[in-house]
C-alpha cells in the first residue's frame, strides 16, 4: 500500500511539473488556429459542458502557454484559467499602452471568422513581467466571445 501511494504522489507531483514545463514554451500560430477551431466546435455542440472544460483546461485545451476564454456579450469573462467574472470594459483590462483589451479583443471578434487583436502584455505563466507581443485569435460563436492568444517570442 505505500509503494503505491508513493506511485500516485510521484505521478501526480510529475504531471505538474510537466504542464510547468508546457507554459514555458511559447505557442504558435497555427496551434492557437487549431485550439480556437476546437473551441468553437466544442460551443456548437453544447455551450456549457465547452465552458465548463476552457475553465478546467481539461481534454488538451489548455496547451503550452495557450488556453481558450470567453466573455458573455456584456463583456464579462465566463471562460478563462484566473480572471473568471472579470468585467473586460470596467475593470481596468487594459496592455501598457493603455488600450482597453475587452473592447480590442471584442472588436475583433465577428461571426463566422476569426478576427485579430494585438496588444502586449505579460506571460503570466511563466512568473516573468517581461513584456511580449500578444495576438489574439477572436470570434463570436453561440452569442459568446471566444478566442485563444499567443504570444511573439521575439
Not at 500516485?8 to 508546457?22: I, K, R, T
Not at 516573468?128 to 521575439?154: D, W
Request: net charge neutral; with cysteine; hydrophobic share 40%.
Amino acid at each position: 500500500m505505500r509503494k503505491f501511494k508513493a506511485l500516485v504522489v510521484a505521478a501526480v507531483c510529475s504531471s505538474f511539473f510537466s504542464m510547468a514545463s508546457l507554459a514555458d514554451e511559447f505557442g504558435t500560430r497555427e496551434e492557437a488556429i487549431s485550439l480556437l477551431d476546437r473551441a468553437i466546435k466544442l460551443v456548437k455542440v453544447d455551450r456549457n459542458r465547452a465552458l465548463d472544460l476552457f475553465q478546467s483546461g481539461t481534454g488538451g485545451l489548455i496547451h503550452k502557454d495557450l488556453y481558450v476564454f470567453c466573455f458573455a456579450p456584456d463583456g464579462t469573462v465566463i471562460a478563462h484559467p484566473n480572471i473568471l467574472g472579470m468585467d473586460t470594459f470596467e475593470g481596468g483590462f487594459v496592455d501598457i499602452h493603455g488600450t482597453n483589451l475587452g473592447e480590442a479583443l471584442f472588436a475583433a471578434a465577428k461571426p463566422g471568422k476569426i478576427g485579430e487583436a494585438h496588444y502586449d502584455y505579460e506571460r503570466p505563466t511563466t512568473g516573468s513581467t517581461k513584456m511580449f507581443r500578444k495576438t489574439a485569435l477572436m470570434t463570436r460563436v453561440s452569442g459568446i466571445v471566444c478566442g485563444v492568444g499567443y504570444y511573439n517570442p521575439q
